[in-house]
């Protein structure tokens, strides 16, 4: 689609400082709403549980808008917990077909700090060391500089930061 409507910004200021949000009628109710563009990355890069060997990904969980990021990106990059030879889908799961996606990458650990559903819950205490880090763009670069500049592999990462 080539826009979304929405009837947050009906009403408020931000239509004049954005020129990207119009005013529109529904063309059923006459309603007033607002209309912005679509977005349309170049590259998508979400996280999931699982793909299979042909390279369908399943989301399972609270899904966010990660569908919908990857089917408005011109490129879309998954990394699974792992790829094992059946899906085993279950009911509502949220399926990616092979032919939406440039590739899937295995990547154990690979939506830390945050959680996968059914392998790992969120990691709070990192998120609040990380909150002082990043408060202070020396002690930022100095950490970025040790634990991602300074290692090789998504495993090294995780042990250089004391995750795995």
């Given at each position: 689609?080539p826009?979304?409507v929405?009837?947050?910004?009906?009403?408020?200021?931000?239509?004049?400082?954005?020129?990207?949000?119009?005013?529109?009628?529904?063309?059923?109710?006459?309603?007033?709403?607002?209309?912005?563009?679509?977005?349309?990355?170049?590259?998508?890069?979400i996280?999931?549980?699982?793909a299979?060997?042909?390279?369908?990904?399943?989301?399972?969980?609270?899904?966010?808008?990660?569908?919908?990021?990857?089917?408005?990106?011109?490129?879309?990059?998954?990394t699974?917990?792992?790829?094992?030879?059946?899906?085993?889908?279950?009911?509502?799961?949220?399926?990616?077909?092979?032919?939406?996606?440039?590739?899937?990458?295995?990547?154990?650990?690979?939506?830390?700090?945050?959680?996968?559903?059914?392998?790992?819950?969120?990691?709070?205490?990192?998120?609040?060391?990380?909150?002082?880090?990043?408060?202070?763009?020396?002690?930022?670069?100095?950490?970025?500089?040790?634990?991602?500049?300074?290692?090789?592999?998504?495993?090294?990462?995780?042990?250089?930061?004391?995750?795995?």
């Amino acid at each position: 689609l080539p826009f979304s409507v929405l009837r947050g910004y009906v009403g408020s200021d931000l239509p004049k400082h954005n020129t990207n949000i119009r005013s529109i009628a529904c063309p059923f109710t006459g309603e007033k709403l607002a209309a912005t563009p679509a977005i349309n990355p170049d590259v998508a890069i979400i996280h999931a549980q699982r793909a299979d060997r042909q390279g369908n990904v399943m989301i399972t969980g609270i899904v966010g808008i990660q569908k919908e990021a990857v089917l408005a990106a011109k490129a879309a990059i998954v990394t699974v917990e792992e790829i094992v030879d059946d899906l085993e889908a279950p009911m509502n799961a949220c399926f990616l077909p092979h032919w939406v996606l440039s590739a899937v990458c295995e990547v154990p650990n690979g939506a830390h700090p945050s959680y996968a559903h059914g392998y790992y819950g969120r990691d709070n205490a990192f998120c609040k060391a990380w909150d002082a880090i990043s408060r202070d763009r020396a002690t930022f670069l100095e950490w970025m500089k040790k634990h991602v500049l300074g290692t090789k592999t998504h495993a090294e990462f995780l042990k250089s930061a004391g995750i795995a």
